[in-house]
């Protein structure tokens, strides 16, 4: 993966960068209650005022969740590039940021009054996308490559655990949606709004 020109930034002593955003799709009855534990993650991240430890410690969270959610795995794609200089690095999480922050717009608005002997019911979705986005010092090779298949999205997951463990983690970002209970991510706006992802 080391080109010529990442050999002669390590032999000056430069610091690598890698910035990537991974797409997981999962889908199936059980798959709602993870947006208790994001939600959960960002919270605690807002509350903390972005301390670095506590978002790791979510996004360890996040990685242990979905890692014992594999069987609800239905399709992935992850993307990212390496940086010699911390400003560019940061620039491209900000774009990666913006973009998935764009991605979904929920169909749902539960604004309607519910009547007194009414009961109050929610759709529950079956499709769930969690977008993670992060940038860290140093290289990764199972996160340095293609995540679409089940073995290698498992060991880029695992990766991230370490990666926090590792104190090597500059920025984190995670996106899910849809972003609320009651909101609904359907087949056709997986489709428009997440063309990237490969089936696996």
Same mark, same amino acid.
């Not at 993870?34 to 410690?57: C, F, K, R, T, Y």
């Not at 929610?122 to 298949?149: C, H, K, Q, W, Y």
């Not at 880029?156 to 609320?180: E, S, T």
């Given at each position: 993966?080391?080109?010529?020109?990442?050999?002669?930034?390590?032999?000056?002593?430069?610091?690598?960068?890698v910035?990537?955003?991974?797409?997981?799709?999962?889908?199936?009855?059980?798959?709602?209650?993870?947006?208790?534990v994001?939600?959960?993650?960002?919270?605690?991240?807002?509350?903390?005022?972005?301390?670095?430890?506590?978002?790791?410690?979510?996004?360890?969270?996040i990685?242990?969740?979905?890692?014992?959610?594999?069987?609800?795995?239905?399709?992935?794609?992850?993307?990212?590039?390496?940086?010699?200089?911390?400003?560019?690095?940061?620039?491209?999480?900000?774009?990666?940021?913006?973009?998935?922050?764009?991605?979904?717009?929920?169909?749902?608005?539960?604004?309607?009054p519910?009547?007194?002997?009414?009961?109050?019911?929610?759709p529950?979705? %079956?499709?769930?996308? $969690?977008?993670?986005?992060? +940038?860290?010092? *140093?290289?990764s090779?199972?996160? /340095?490559?293609? @995540?679409?298949?089940?073995?290698?999205?498992?060991?880029?997951?695992?990766?991230?655990?370490?990666?926090?463990?590792?104190?090597?983690? %500059?920025?984190i970002? $995670?996106?899910?949606?849809? +972003?609320?209970? *009651?909101?609904?991510?359907?087949? /056709?706006?997986? @489709?428009?709004?997440?063309?990237?992802?490969v089936?696996?």
């Amino acid at each position: 993966m080391s080109s010529w020109r990442d050999r002669i930034n390590k032999m000056t002593g430069k610091t690598r960068y890698v910035v990537c955003r991974l797409f997981i799709h999962l889908s199936g009855e059980e798959v709602a209650p993870l947006l208790g534990v994001l939600n959960q993650a960002a919270i605690d991240a807002v509350e903390s005022d972005g301390d670095m430890e506590v978002l790791g410690e979510g996004l360890v969270n996040i990685c242990q969740k979905l890692l014992d959610m594999k069987y609800y795995w239905r399709s992935a794609a992850n993307e990212g590039d390496v940086f010699w200089k911390e400003e560019e690095a940061g620039d491209y999480v900000t774009e990666l940021f913006t973009d998935s922050a764009q991605r979904y717009g929920s169909g749902t608005e539960i604004n309607d009054p519910v009547g007194e002997n009414e009961p109050l019911t929610l759709p529950i979705t %079956r499709n769930l996308v $969690v977008m993670i986005t992060v +940038a860290f010092e *140093g290289e990764s090779p199972d996160l /340095e490559a293609n @995540l679409a298949d089940m073995e290698a999205l498992e060991y880029g997951l695992k990766a991230l655990i370490n990666i926090h463990y590792g104190g090597q983690l %500059r920025a984190i970002q $995670v996106h899910f949606a849809p +972003a609320q209970l *009651g909101d609904e991510l359907t087949n /056709e706006q997986l @489709l428009l709004n997440y063309p990237e992802l490969v089936p696996l």
